[in-house]
């Protein structure tokens, strides 16, 4: 079945660096992929929508400049955390889906935490 | 804005009980799927309904789309430990998915 990777599966950083994460579709070819983030014991919030080949959709109240969504394949959706702070520390996950209508399949997550 | 809401947010049960889980909504939505997450992993897809009224049975797990397709319900039967998690519904309409906020489910033996 379709599988998508995502990496790291845990990242510790320092304050002010930047963290990037990937998602890959391994066996499809994911024209939208989706960036969600998660606080425990909650549910998913959409951060933002990935296109390949074009900007990236972000919901509202998601700082784009620091949170850069990157679709440069149909294969691999980059977020990189800019100067991250300690309120980012969260739960990260990326879904992604064939087309609009295919079903959506989720990554492991991403755990980051910023000390 | 699309809002489902989920209910109970927090359930803890016994092995061997049974339980239901609603989501809601005021909003239709073409389908809607319901997750199952485990601590430090995605989400990932028990079921998708589809038709107003329809019922999906999973095992011991029985879903339900309102007739309107504004809501549903998951089921579980004789409640196992290897059931706890956090279930999420989450509506589709168009290209957006909207989530629950999701109920926590936690089955002691």
């Known amino acids: 079945g379709a599988v998508v990777s995502q990496h790291p599966s845990w990242v510790i950083c320092k304050s002010g660096t930047s963290v990037k994460i990937e998602c890959r579709s391994l066996?499809?070819?994911?024209?939208?992929m989706f960036w969600y983030r998660q606080f425990p014991k909650q549910s998913l919030m959409l951060m933002a929508t990935s296109n390949e080949g074009s900007k990236a959709t972000y919901e509202q109240g998601v700082e784009k400049d620091k949170f850069l969504i990157n679709h440069a394949s149909l294969t691999l959706s980059t977020l990189t955390v800019t100067s991250a702070h300690p309120e980012d520390s969260s739960f990260y996950i990326c879904?992604?889906?064939?087309?609009?209508?295919?079903?959506?399949?989720f990554g492991n997550g991403t755990r980051l935490t910023v000390t | 804005t699309q809002l489902l809401e989920q209910s109970p947010q927090f359930l803890s049960i016994q092995e061997g009980e049974n339980l239901t889980v609603y989501c809601n909504s005021s909003?239709?939505?073409?389908?809607l799927q319901w997750y199952r997450q485990e601590p430090g992993e995605g989400p990932v897809l028990l079921v998708t309904v589809v038709t107003g009224g329809e019922v999906k049975k999973l095992k011991r797990l029985t879903f339900q789309f309102g007739d309107a397709r504004k809501d549903s319900s998951l089921h579980i039967t004789a409640a196992q430990p290897g059931d706890t998690g956090l279930y999420l519904c989450?509506?589709?309409?168009?290209?957006?998915?909207?989530f629950g906020k999701g109920t926590m489910l936690l089955v002691s033996p």
């Open positions: 909003s239709v939505f073409s389908s």
């Open positions: 879904s992604a889906s064939y087309r609009a209508d295919s079903p959506l399949h």
């Open positions: 989450a509506g589709v309409k168009g290209s957006t998915l909207t």
């Open positions: 066996d499809f070819q994911a024209t939208t």
